[in-house]
Nanobody, 120 residues
Framework: QVQLVESGGGLVQPGGSLRLSCAAS????????MSWYRQAPGKERDLVAA????????NYADSVKGRFTISRDNAKNTLYLQMNSLKPEDTAVYYC?????????????WGQGTQVTVSS
C-alpha cells in the first residue's frame, strides 16, 4: 500500500535552515507529481510546494518563494523540501502528499507529518 514517511523536522532559530525528507513506497514514485503541505495550529492545511514527476517543473506558495526548494530523487523514491531563512510563521506540521486517480475518483495519500518549529 502507499506509504509516505516524513522526517527532518525540529526546532530551529529564525533565519535557520532545515531539510525535510519524505520516503515513499508502495507505488511507482517516479510517475507521480508530489507536493508538500503544512498546517499550523488552528489553520487549514495549505500547499507549500509541488513538483512534477520528473522534477522538471515546480511551483511554490508566495509565502515561501525564494526561501524553500522542493526536489526529488526518483532513484531513492524520496521527496525533499529545503527550507532556508526560516521565519516563526513557518511553524507548522509539514506533510507530503501524492494524489492518484482511482476508479472512484482522485485519492490523496498523506504522510504522518513532521513538526517544524521556528523560535528563538
Amino acid at each position: 500500500q502507499v506509504q509516505l514517511v516524513e522526517s527532518g523536522g525540529g526546532l530551529v532559530q529564525p533565519g535557520g535552515s532545515l531539510r525535510l525528507s519524505c520516503a515513499a513506497s508502495g507505488f511507482t514514485f517516479s510517475t507521480y507529481a508530489m507536493s508538500w503541505y503544512r498546517q499550523a495550529p488552528g489553520k487549514e492545511r495549505d500547499l507549500v510546494a509541488a513538483v512534477t514527476s520528473g522534477g522538471g517543473s515546480t511551483n511554490y506558495a508566495d509565502s515561501v518563494k525564494g526561501r524553500f526548494t522542493i526536489s526529488r530523487d526518483n532513484a531513492k523514491n524520496t521527496l525533499y523540501l529545503q527550507m532556508n531563512s526560516l521565519k516563526p510563521e513557518d511553524t507548522a506540521v509539514y506533510y507530503c502528499k501524492v494524489a492518484m486517480a482511482t476508479r472512484f475518483g482522485l485519492a490523496n495519500y498523506w504522510g504522518q507529518g513532521t513538526q517544524v518549529t521556528v523560535s528563538s
